[in-house]
């Protein structure tokens, strides 16, 4: 069995280019006792791949010629395991390849009373994964949201973002996205729900445009951004706020970050900020996709999905994402 994979070639220095990534063919044993063969149909390109690129992030850095780290949607194909039955749809970090081994360890077969009508397979790698679950812990456990208070969102057009502000709207938040373009804010505004969005590129004065938006102050600041964004939101906090670091997209690629420039309102209006890492909530996965699903099943919360053709396409698939071209969660069908 011959797979296709994507490896790192070079470490990048600022965005990715394709050069920095290398196809190669890799021969796969049959699956040895224990073992199945998963056939990857989507794999997943995700900002927060970007700091591993290049070094040690919350977990280590990835090595060169190590094949490019990813979540994926499979059906097993083969099976000495019993956990994986042939047939079985999984999903597990299989990364960029079209094949893999598995002993079953990391590797979930989906659940048919879960993944059922509006939860389509793709959504354990979108808002029943990763992008949903940040989403959900980050404003219900970092954020402590109570009914009637105000919640920002920034890049609040992509997968985390929207998924927070409809997680705001059920728990009886006031929701604002801010995102780039048009075409974003009217997605967040009529498929998202939000109570208004502000489309960042079309701004002279972010901070100005924020309080127009809500002038009474923000209590909640979910912030995937970073950067520019993240100052101009700390500028309208509530005394008493909570700002909820989930992602800086706008630092990822710049040696040197731009920072905080605005610290004084954290003493002045006692505010706090937490960083999370989804992966300390594992245990309690299971129940925060339960209400995802409940939610989306009963069209409280839908999810937007951008499906790009080709194994070929994950590098540019992936370095779009830091030109704001993902519109949705973006997944490449293998
Ligand atoms: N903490 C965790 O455990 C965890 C887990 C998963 C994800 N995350 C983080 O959550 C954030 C959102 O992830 P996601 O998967 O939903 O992806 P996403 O928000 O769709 O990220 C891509 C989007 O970010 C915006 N963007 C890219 N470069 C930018 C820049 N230089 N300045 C401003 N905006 C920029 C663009 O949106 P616009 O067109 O609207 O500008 C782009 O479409 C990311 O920062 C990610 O790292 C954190």
Known sequence: MTAQRWVLAARPDGVPRLSDFRPEMLDLPPPGDGEALIRITHASVDPGMRGRLTGDSYAPALGLDETIESAGIGEVVASRCARLPEGALVTGGFGWTTHAISDGRGVQ??????????????AAIGVLGVPGLTAYFGLGDLGRPKGGETLLVSSAAGPVGATALQIGRELGLKTIGIAG????????LEEVRANACIDYKAQNDLTEAIRREAPEGIDIFFDNVGGAQLDAAILNMKPGGRIVISGQVSEYNQETPRGIRWVTPFITKRLS????????????????????????ESGAI????EIIDGFAELPRAFIGLFGGENFGRRLVKM
């Open 109 to 122: 077969v989906l659940d048919p009373a879960l993944f059922r009508g509006r939860v389509r397979p793709t």
């Open 273 to 296: 900020m937490s960083g999370l890492v989804v992966y300390d909530y594992r245990k309690r996965f299971p129940e925060a996709q339960a209400r995802l699903a409940a939610w989306i």
């Open 302 to 305: 839908s999810y937007r999905e």
């Open 181 to 188: 373009g048009g075409p974003k804010r009217n997605y967040v």
